[in-house]
T-cell receptor, first 113, second 109 residues
Framework: DTAVSQTPKYLVTQMGNDKSIKCEQN?????MYWYKQDSKKFLKIMFS???????INETVPNRFSPKSPDKAHLNLHINSLELGDSAVYFC????????????FGPGTRLLVL | GQQLNQSPQSMFIQEGEDVSMNCTSS?????WLWYKQDPGEGPVLLIA?????ELTSNGRLTAQFGITRKDSFLNISASIPSDVGIYFC?????????FGKGTSLLVTP
């Protein structure tokens, strides 16, 4: 059973399009995260939700909008995609907020042309 | 802001060799973690350190939390080909995990 799953695994799209990435965790965790990993493999947190409430919102363009319909899901919607948005996006979850043991999904590889 | 330096950036070694990598920071942390990312996968937690000076092992991996709480090292003994991947230090500020820039490890048979 996959603990943290993301769809799609690959996403290739044109500049200006709007796209969504979905994340689900079946660990019963309260907290979920979105990270961005750039081409140099640098991992940076973008957002965190605890019990469907936003608790971390780093300096991310407002074209990125997370949505948590319930504790087990955290989706990421991106409007007006730009070339610089190309990266690998990882979803993660943890038992509670700021807990060090975070479980990561397999990543979504986004390529904007 | 706090600076996190991880070194070396990459290592290319032969199977059987020991490996050492470290992270230093300008800030003090209460928890220091080490993650490994296999190619095409998400990071996986290897070792968590909670006390300054703590030395913890996980199989062939050993990590220490520096006494000043500003640094940590990870050692891998007798490396094998499946050790290939990117290793990240990730101290926890209590707000979020701060990932280092990673050490890419390549192991040749």
């Amino acid at each position: 059973d996959t603990a943290v799953s993301q769809t799609p695994k690959y996403l290739v799209t044109q500049m200006g399009n709007d796209k969504s990435i979905k994340c689900e965790q079946n660990l019963g965790h309260d907290t979920m995260y979105w990270y961005k990993q750039d081409s140099k493999k640098f991992l940076k947190i973008m957002f965190s939700y605890n019990n469907k409430e936003l608790i971390i919102n780093e300096t991310v363009p407002n074209r990125f909008s997370p949505k948590s319909p319930d504790k087990a899901h955290l989706n990421l919607h991106i409007n007006s995609l730009e070339l610089g948005d190309s990266a690998v996006y990882f979803c993660a979850s943890s038992q509670g907020p700021f807990q060090e043991t975070q479980y990561f999904g397999p990543g979504t590889r986004l390529l904007v042309l | 802001g706090q600076q996190l330096n991880q070194s070396p950036q990459s290592m290319f070694i032969q199977e059987g060799e020991d490996v050492s990598m470290n992270c230093t920071s300008s800030s003090i942390f209460n928890t220091w973690l080490w993650y490994k990312q296999d190619p095409g996968e998400g990071p996986v937690l290897l070792i968590a350190l909670y006390k300054a000076g703590e030395l913890t092992s996980n199989g062939r991996l050993t990590a220490q939390f520096g006494i000043t709480r500003k640094d940590s090292f990870l050692n891998i003994s007798a490396s094998i080909p499946s050790d290939v991947g990117i290793y990240f230090c990730a101290p926890n500020s209590g707000y979020a995990l701060n990932f280092g820039k990673g050490t890419s490890l390549l192991v040749t048979p």
